[in-house]
């Protein structure tokens, strides 16, 4: 079965350092995702992207957060200068057609100390 | 403000209980009701709804969306050990799918 595959599945960077999370998703999906969700807390929306752009974020996903599709296959999320209330596990979705339903990938630990 | 608001928040039962879990929703351009378990890791896709009254079942497992009165259930019979995990109930936005707090079920042997 297809899957959505994440890299690193634990990362561990110093405050104030810049991460790139990586997302593979489904070969023909369309639709793109970054959820983040802080132990113990409700799995939130950062950014969708959709047609090489990005189509909606939250308000958590700053001026510090950036998304890139460099090459048609993986999808990469960027924090510039990590804060501690960064650290969360941070999990890619694609879909293939709006309302068929998300696939997640594993997800990526993220701990800022 | 678009919201999605699951209950109770957490659960514990006996091997071989029933349980109902709870989700409501108040969202603009509603077009589907997901319901994901997540273990350990990465939620894992269980239902979606589109039509209200028409029950999906998978084995033990069932739900059904109400979409007048805005909410969706999540039951689950005869529960196992297996079935511990949080339960998420996800309603499609613009774009995007909004996730609730989830029940965290807890089935003790």
């Known amino acids: 079965e297809p899957e959505v595959t994440q890299t690193p599945s634990h990362q561990v960077t110093q405050m104030g350092q810049e991460v790139i999370l990586r997302c593979v998703p489904i070969s023909n999906h369309l639709y793109f995702y970054w959820y983040r969700q802080i132990l113990g807390q409700k799995v939130e929306f950062l950014v969708s992207f959709y047609n090489n752009e990005i189509s909606e974020k939250s308000e958590i996903f700053d001026d510090q957060f950036s998304v890139e599709r460099p090459d048609g296959s993986n999808f990469t999320l960027k924090i510039r200068s990590t804060k501690l209330e960064d650290s969360a596990m941070y999990f890619c979705?694609?879909?293939?057609?709006?309302?068929?339903?998300?696939?997640f990938g594993s997800g990526t630990r993220l701990t800022v100390v | 403000e678009d919201k999605v608001v699951q209950s109770p928040l957490s659960l514990v039962v006996h091997e071989g209980d029933t349980v109902t879990l709870n989700c409501s929703y108040e969202v603009t351009n509603f077009r589907s009701l997901l319901w994901y378990k997540q273990e350990k890791k990465a939620p894992t896709f269980l239902f979606m709804l589109t039509s209200s009254g028409i029950e999906k079942k998978s084995g033990r497992l069932s739900s059904i969306l109400d979409k007048k009165e805005l909410f969706s259930i999540l039951n689950i019979t005869a529960t196992q050990t297996g079935d511990s995990a949080v339960y998420l109930c996800a309603t499609s936005g613009t774009y995007k799918y909004i996730f609730g707090t989830g029940t965290r079920l807890k089935v003790l042997a």
């Open positions: 979705a694609s879909m293939q057609e709006y309302n068929y339903g998300y696939t």
